[in-house]
């Protein structure tokens, strides 16, 4: 019965779309211009149901580190959760503290410093140091410099000597939900830069497309940074803040990056644009902004959200090299581990622990399989 309900409302949306197609033009000035898909690469491994034996139940846990022997995440009820990268239980869990409304905090972005030390950003735009058990907030809403800047969404940070990287989604807007800033291409985002000596916060670069992970090259000068719904990695030059394309041509919306110990990066994927088996949402939301705006109005975004949990195409996961060339692909093409997305790649012995902002698990894959 759930099953032929959500049929029925994916039906009303799709006639909801063709009525506005049908009667009214797109003016053309408005279409988002992505570039096309990525060619597929060799080495591809699909995921089968005996490649899921192995998860952590934690729920929201998107980005992870090492600390201390174990590994960290953050939960989507606010807390701060430790886990054995052998047998995959539960170490400890410590909450977050809240924000000044008291509202519990969801770590997304998550880095460790020399295993001892870690560094994160929360929903609600903050920056904190954890170590000892002791919570130290960096970047807060009483920060004066970063209210002047309007944050909207902190993701994930890299550490660099004595600066900390944060990529901000999208400017602070009261009268948007943050899904619909994640539909309508928006370009507020940016990289700020804190300085952990002088407390001081600096905007790298800006007019981003729902900037999301964030890794420092390995030449040490550069940051790789996911342009989500633009479907590309974008490289700041730390130096300079001159922003470029890297790899233009990704398997879906990048959603984060970490460094292998292969050499190289791991890749995320939050949706695929791979197969016509699914269809792809932000492609067809790019061509009609019309049906875009209309979409994406606070009324129809369950309606969205559920067309594209039902039809929408399965998360990925990818190796490049250092000069941005996809080598190996891992696909969820019948979308097994009925997650939306996958996040972070966390890469531990030989063992791949990947993030879900959804699925309430992380998934555990054997390196060997790619």
Same mark, same amino acid.
């Given at each position: ?170 400017? !602070? ?104 088996? !699914? ?27 559920? !067309? ?63």
């Amino acid at each position: 019965m759930a099953r032929l309900v959500s049929v029925i409302l994916a039906i009303l949306v799709v006639l909801l779309a063709m009525s506005v197609i049908i009667f009214s033009g797109d003016d053309s000035e408005s279409l988002i211009k992505l570039p096309p898909p990525a060619i597929v690469p060799d080495h591809v491994t699909i995921i089968d149901q005996a490649m899921l034996k192995d998860t952590v139940n934690i729920k929201g846990g998107e980005s992870i580190a090492s600390y201390r022997g174990l590994l960290v995440t953050g939960s989507l009820d606010g807390h701060l959760v430790a886990f054995d990268k052998d047998d995959f239980s539960i170490q400890w869990s410590v909450p977050c503290p809240p924000n000044s409304h008291g509202t519990p905090c969801r770590i997304l972005g998550i880095r460790s410093v020399d295993d001892d030390i870690l560094y994160g950003v929360d929903e609600h735009c903050r920056l904190f140091r954890y170590k000892n058990g002791q919570w130290t907030w960096l970047l807060d809403e009483n920060n004066a410099a970063l209210k002047e800047l309007k944050p909207g969404l902190f993701n994930d940070l890299v550490i660099v000597e004595n600066m900390v990287y944060i990529t901000d989604s999208f400017q !602070y807007n009261p009268t948007k939900h943050p899904l619909q800033r994640f539909f309508s291409f928006e370009n507020s985002g940016r990289i700020l830069g804190f300085n952990l000596e002088n407390g001081e916060v600096t905007t790298m670069a800006d007019g981003l497309y729902l900037p999301n992970g964030i890794e420092l090259h390995f030449d040490n000068q550069s940051l790789l940074v996911a342009e989500c719904l633009m479907y590309r990695i974008s490289r700041l030059d730390i130096a300079t803040r001159k922003i470029q394309p890297f790899q233009t041509q990704t398997f879906g919306a990048v959603d984060n990056i970490r460094r292998s110990l292969d050499g190289g990066y791991w890749v995320g994927i939050a949706a695929t644009r791979l197969t016509s088996s !699914y269809w792809s949402l932000p492609d067809f939301l790019a061509v009609h902004p019309k049906l875009r705006s209309v979409l994406t109005n606070k009324a129809f975004l369950p309606l969205l959200l559920l !067309y594209h949990g039902i039809f929408g195409s399965g998360p990925a996961l990818y190796r490049m090299d250092e000069g941005g060339y996809t080598q190996k692909l891992m696909l969820d093409d019948n979308k097994l581990t009925k997650a939306m997305a996958f996040s972070q790649v966390h890469q531990s012995d030989r063992k791949l622990f990947v993030g879900t902002p959804f699925a309430g698990k992380i998934f555990v894959f054997p390196n060997d399989e790619l």
